[in-house]
């Protein structure tokens, strides 16, 4: 008797789809794509000819006026420090509320990481006097304790890595403790390995966070001295014509978008060499715990 295999139909390619999904790449990357060719074109054919493309044309003077006249250099500073040292507290601390939250069991467990997730409903601009009232009361205005430590254990990178631990076998742990394992050599040795991909996913997610903030800078860190990246841009059009006597329209618009060219490339940059275990994250993170 002869066994009949069936073959199943090949999938054919969703052209629509897939055409659908190109235009869509197109908007979103089209108003990047010029200003990234914009800021080398001269200001004036910028603001007289903005879809003109001429390469004969282009011209590194934008970027050469705008390192003069903007501070954006001490932006890209002070944003390094604070991603640095508020990123290192975010991984640290976050992933290890998390655990504790995922396996262990404790009077008010429930009630405590309610009202952790309580937090995530609340609005930044609700949060902004009583912070400010209180890093003024510690002398911290102007600082970069004040930039660093307030919001450094964030309430979404504890959810998100309660969801990713709790999907770790229990198992594994008992089998940590028979071996003679303390309890945070469990997290460090066990845990920390199996969820790599959810920690590279959060840990995209805060650099983003952090090099994109801008609401809380601006308010905590009104001197130029500590302004950081998003800060400098905001206020980039004042520090032309402030520094620049008669400067036009064009001038303005060609600096700010050499400047928002300097501070899109290292996120590109970023994405594109971490896309993978951003995307890995992004499912490790989709468990339900």
Sequence with gaps: MTATVKHEPRSRPRIGSHAFLMLLLAAFLAPVAWALVSAFKPAGDIVSSPLSFDPS??????????????PIGQGFANTAV????????????????????????????????GAVLVTLMLPTIVLIIPLLLEMKALGWVNTYQALILPGAVDAFAIFWMRQVISAVPD??????????????????????????????????LTIMNIYNDFVWPVVVASNERMATLQVVLSTLAQN???????????????????ASSVALIPLLVLFILLQRHFINGIMAGSVKG
Aim: charged share 15%; hydrophobic share 55%; net charge neutral.
């Design 240 to 258: 032309i014509t402030g520094n620049r006597i008669g400067a036009d329209y064009a001038t303005v618009t060609g600096e700010l978008l050499a």
């Design 57 to 70: 044309a282009f011209t590194l003077d934008n970027y050469r006026a705008m390192f003069q006249d903007v």
């Design 82 to 113: 604070v991603l640095v040292f508020k990123g290192a507290i975010t991984m640290f601390f976050a992933p290890l509320a998390a655990y504790a939250f995922a396996k262990y069991r404790f009077v008010g467990q429930n009630l405590i990481f």
């Design 171 to 204: 198992e594994l742990m008992d089998a940590a403790r028979v071996d003679g394992c303390g309890e945070f050599g469990i997290f460090w040795r066990v845990i920390v390995p199996v969820i790599r991909p959810g920690l590279a996913g959060l840990g995209v």
